[in-house]
């Protein structure tokens, strides 16, 4: 939708150039599909020209401006890319606009890249307004529904995702209330070589829960392991009844343990 | 830098903020539309150098130094684009609105996408279809049928505005440029129940390009109700224009005209306005007790209000027989509380119209409407202009399912026309719709029926609480309509019903296709389902012995007018159809419950009391004709049926066919597309239009009325028809007496007990319309109704707080039906002929709907061995009821 108060963009954008009424740009999926009468210019961060997927030895690195779309193309060989992208709600058309960087920024319960950057391991790199860096893990980017610990004027530039975890086997397991609806659970768990597992819960939950195994655990072991979120926790919205969520978690937690194990 | 639009450059340059989507509309690409303005409808899909994009989500200036393409710059020179050929070939459309989007999302798939649908149009909403019609124009349509002279009745004849609506060049309300015009934008009420105290305008007036704030003191001193009836009466008088005491979140305070959009929002930031926040009732079971806040406590009976001192709108206590007795003689008795929530229409183009004064200082009014006529005699009424001097039109309106029996925007137009002599538009925004259009009147039913071992009900009783909300549009007709039809259908001779339609300060229920049946059907057939079970009968059985047969008067409690009957039968034959179904087998997946359900469901074609229709039918010189009637088309399909008519009657082709519609100007009065009344009316209208004419065509040629024979498309008896053209004819039908259509719907699910999920394997539908006038169209509004109803029985709810505010605002909220979640249904016609309706028809429209809520609640009862009393079925829910059930 047109957002009438915005006056003025910025394009490319740089570092230091936010202040108050501002918001980052990524497609725009997000920022336009909401009245936004408190926001009154648009840094665009898509026209920064950054490359999409850069590859190295340690792994890879997405630009926060990388496209569904592009992510899809790029590292779709990997099941657990192409499942991602495909729990969103939104269709291919909006692929092809919205960016990695803005599905974790917007920080929804069912943003399903903040799923992929969680269970592998992924690291945020952000940049603040003096153009410094720091780096965060994926896991704990998002600390809320639509909340994040990027401070004001600093801005998600990358996704690093280490080759270990992106070329582990993964199991992947979604629910929601219709067939390619919004999702209200989307579970994530991973077989590393070294024997470890890692299950991570996003979708049900307000935030990304990661547990993390050094073995394969046991039944009662995962069971422990999900038990320390309170129900508090579960998201409660038309998306889905929290006990619900929290049923549906135990239940694809169940399946994932077992399909790993085997 | 310019933006190329279908290989045309644009210099100019978008607004910062500004969508694409607005900006192609404003370089005049009106094929490109606003379903929902947030990304989830796809209506505004284009391509940006060859890719897919929602254009309402894609910042505009991204586009400059861009090629875009458009539905407007899809077709070749060669003529249509394929995709475009196959929506019109398969007539994968109804109203329209999202065709264009459909088109342009089909036309981008590649060869996998095309093979899992329900993956690659989830982003692609239609209100209308219920999806079978895309999916086979998607998959490549059969050629549409082009029908000889006199065989055009009974032909699957595609729309009139097919090449229009396929090519973006249908113009609906908003798809035109007026010069000067100004936009409005209204504060809303924040207090669910508050008088205004004072509205500072100042701030607004400063803001540049603010021309005029309208606020109650400026709004007439009078009463109406946005309903709209033939019958004024039957709603009562309580809405203002812009009131001075505030009912339900969401309410009007002041309006705001400007120049721009922005300055609007921006001056209606700006309005700060005094509240004395008043008590309120939200909950309807509250709403009559003793000391409950009352809604409209000034008003009264004089307002068509029965009590306004306890919120009651409307109430029915009547019965026939003796209920207790017929308990008495029962072998087996159920009683069951059943709950429907508020459902919005949902209709693609959501409501909004545009207004100025004409050449000669005559109001017009174009709008998004289901009935021009009834609003031009409230809006001459409200503002005491005579109706001469108001003329209402409605372009191509993009989906209406009740919603738009309602004066929600024409009057506010009106009125800032008036005040600025300047054209004024006004568009919902979606959000809009939701809190503060009508929904769908929310209902707790209870049924109590008896029956005895041989299958015979012995007694019915119904106790019936509606929610209106603040205002009483239809509140009261809508009871006494649903409360009707669906016991008339059972031979029963012990019926009780209690019914009240109360007030409460949440949004406004109005109108909503089966206008009540719906919701009182969900209930009586799953109670009957029940009863067949506890006596040991199969429900198909059940219903044979009880329900009425020819010659049955309809009866039902409560005083109605005799003028309907049953004029044709085909309600056995629906039943056998469902008997059929059952006997078939699917498979589901391992460990889920399996169980299948039926219901049934009657209408009167047409509303009592009286609905009128006028067409004239006019030789042109040319020998073609020309149809004026006032019927909307918003995806109803009338007018396919209205052009089939006057082709055969006068021996034409329907291409020869010309059709003025939906203007006040064009004749003499039209109550309106609703109640099931566009062929049954209209539609009669103009077989009586075409009858009179076709008398004084054979007439100039010296032959009788009977010698039909001598017509053809050309000549009269070897006359040329253009040597006695023009000439004219006048139909005129007044609604009486009316018939009832009958439909039976039949399903089987599998549900998952891990999860909840509910899968349909098979949806068979079965209906009566009479004379089918055009199969493939028939079929189309069963499947859309049918789909419409899956969508309020498993996923739709708009939810109120405790304070009153509506809380489900976007279609990401409100999940409407994609094409992954709609079954094939399989649809089958009874073969009847009414001894009422035009040729032969009677109404389909509203009523494929009324069936599936029951049908899936026996079906589900039938997979997991407990009824579910409450909709809608999500998952959750029926997670929630399988926990609670366990032992
Ligand atoms: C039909 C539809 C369905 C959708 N389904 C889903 C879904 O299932 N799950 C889901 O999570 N989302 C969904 N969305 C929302 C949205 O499209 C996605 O979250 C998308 O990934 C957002 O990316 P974007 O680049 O368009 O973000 P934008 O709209 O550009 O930005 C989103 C937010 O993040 C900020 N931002 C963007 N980039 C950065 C950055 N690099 N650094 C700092 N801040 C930044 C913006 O200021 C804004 O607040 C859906 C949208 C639509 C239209
Ligand atoms: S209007 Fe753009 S997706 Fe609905
Ligand atoms: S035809 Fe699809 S919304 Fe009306």
Redesign the interface.
Known sequence: MDLHTVTEVISPARPGQWRPGDAWLGGGTALLGEPRPHVTRLLDLAAAGWPPITVRDDGVEIAATCTIAELADRLGRHPIVLQCCHAFLASFKIWNVATVGGNLCAALPAGPMISLSAALDGTCVLVGPDGGERRVPAAGFVTGEGTTVLRDGEFLRAIHLPSGPLGARTAYRRGSLHRHGRSAVLLIGRADPDGGMSLTVTAATRRPHVFRFLSPPSAAEVEAALETIPISGYVDDVHGRPVWRQHLTRHHARRIRAELAV | MTIEINGTPHDRTP?????LR?YLREEGCFGVKKGC???DC?AC?VHVDG????S????A??AQGRSVTTIEGLAGPSGLHPVQQSFLDAQGFQCGFCTAGMIM?TA?LTDD?RADL???????LCRCTGYRAITDAVNGGSPAVCPAEGAAVGSSLGAPAGPQVVTGTARYTFDLDVPGLLHLKVLRSPHAHARILSVDTSAALAVPGVEAVLTHKDAPDRLFSTAQHENEAEDPYDTRVLDEVVRFIGQRVAAVVAT???AA??GV?RLRVEYEVLPAVIDPALAMLPGAPLVHGDKGIAEGIVRANANVVGELHAGIGDVEAGFAAADAVYEATFRTPRVQHAALETHGAVGWLDDDDRLVIRSSTQTPFLTRRAVSRLFGLSRDRVRVVAGRVGGGFGGKQEMLVEDLVAMAVLRTGRPVKWEY?RSEQFTAATTRHPFVITVKAGARVDGLITALQLTVLVNTGAYGNHGASVMHHGCHETVAVYRCANIRTDAHTVYTNTVPAGAFRGYGLGQVTFAVEQVLDELARMIGMDPVTFREINVVRPGDDLTAPGAHVPDLGIASYGLDQCLDRIRAASSTTDTAPDGWLVGEGMAIAMIAAGPPGGHFADATVTLLPDGRYELAVGTAEFGNGSTTVHVQIVADELRTTPDRVLVRQSDTDVVGHDTGAFASTGVVVAGEAVLRACRALRARILAAAERGPSEIRCLTADSVAGISLATIAPLSGSGHFDGTPRSVAFNAQWFRVAVDP???ELRILRSVHSADAGTVMNPLQLRGQIEGGVAQAIGATL?E?V?VDEAGQV??T?F????LP?V??VPETEVHFARTTDAIGPLGAKSMSESPYNPVSPALGNALRDALGFRLTDLPY????I??AIQDHRP
């Open positions: 607004l910062p903020g500004q969508c607005t303005d947030a990304g796809g899909t890719t897919p994009v929602h309402c989500v894609y910042p200036f991204r999302t981008a996408q329900p993956r690659s149009l989830k982003g692609n721009s959009e922005a929002e921006e930031r925004t891990d999860t909840g996923a709810h939810d809380t489900t976007t990401r909220q409100y999940h994609t992954a979640d999500t998952a959750d829910r997670w929630q």
